[in-house]
């Protein structure tokens, strides 16, 4: 079992901000400082009306939390906000302890969470890049090469060597990311060819994606009570109650604030949300911020250009709700990811909203022509099928994707 380093968490309070948000920004960052295995002892806030340039906190403030730190033997210093690398150093030299921001811990959990070679490179690229401006004079910060929280990664082994170094190997990931990146597009279109209906599960971090995939796929994607769990996405493929079939990922939780260089480093992940056909956008309805979660979510899909796509929004989490909660956004469904009789509302719902978006047919199949009943069965949401005997054909009904090249052939026939 790995040592917990005893951690204070600091904020400034300025005078715009809601103070409901400003709260649960900082549980966020005590949930955080938890998943990277920090135990908060003592958490700092300081009204302000705006940020110290050089100290962040006042000197004042910053005296006392360095009294409180001698007497409690904290390990590590956590700001709630993106610091400027002089800041950091500064605070640093003051209080004579590490100190890391948000950015930095949330790096530092995606460095323990990346398990494919595409995810482990995207974190080391976003490392390299937070921390070549703050590569000279770190003081405090560099003597902490044991490790701890905010050292894991590639930090730890290549501070003493020179920026050139670091960005041939900035460079050096950027080419093998394209690599990875080229691979998972031809993938994608070979997908794409094969017409195969692909559903994005989507939204905040510890919303309980993993947990409905795996019950939907009865497969093992890690499942965790801790933020972040899943940084790679997983694609199975899933039949809904139709016959229906189609292609369902997992993919990486979002955050407020998510540091800018890991939105550039997991671009290429989440652009598989960007191919998606429906969006699952699952919320943690029983977290007291999710109406926030879901503007962050929404707000995000949109940088991703994944807003147009259909939406589906599962309320996750009944299991801990009053009975009088309402959905926020529609279509919208409430479900408890454990409970087997939910997945299959789910997806009744699910072909539910498929339908609206669709266009119905209806169809005679000759009885010789099992392939072509086949087809319909696998990419359409089949409703009616009944044998004429005397003619020996099928007549069915449904509804079917336009965009799928069977509804052409359907047409003209
Ligand atoms: N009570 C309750 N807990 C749930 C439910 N669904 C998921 N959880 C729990 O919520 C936690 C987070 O679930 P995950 O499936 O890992 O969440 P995620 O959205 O994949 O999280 P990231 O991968 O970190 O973005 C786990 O402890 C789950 O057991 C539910 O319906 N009810
Ligand atoms: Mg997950």
Known sequence: MEQKEHVLLAACRLPFQDDERFQSSLEELRSLTETAHGEVDKIV??????????????QGKLEEIKTYIEEHEIDLVIINDELSPSQTKNISDFLDIAVIDRTQLILDIFARRANTKEGKLQVELAQLQYLLPRLYGQ????????????????????????????????DDIRKQIQQ??????????????NKAFQIAIVGYTNAGKSTLFNRITNSQSFEENQLFATLDPLTRQVQLPSGFQALISDTVGFIQDLPTTLIAAFRSTLEEVREADLVLHMVDASHPDHVHHEKTVHKLLKELEADHIPMLNVYNKKDL??????????????????????IKRLFDKIEEVLM????????????????????LSKHSIMTERDFLEEDEVYFVKGWINPDHPLYHQLRKE
């Open 45 to 58: 806030i300081q009204n302000r009306n705006k940020v110290h340039q050089a100290l962040y906190l006042g």
């Open 139 to 170: 003081g405090k910060n560099l003597s902490r090469l044991g490790g701890g929280i905010g050292t894991r990664g590639p930090g730890e082994t290549k501070l003493e060597t020179d920026r050139r170094h670091i960005q041939r190997r900035i």
């Open 180 to 193: 990875v990146a080229t691979q998972r597009e031809q993938y994608r279109k070979r997908r794409k060819e």
């Open 321 to 342: 709700l009053n009975e009088d909660f309402m959905p926020v956004s529609l279509p919208a469904i409430t479900i408890s990811a454990n409970d087997p009789i939910d």
């Open 356 to 375: 609206k978006e669709w266009e119905p047919y209806q169809t005679y199949v000759h009885a010789s022509k099992g392939d072509m009943l086949h087809r």
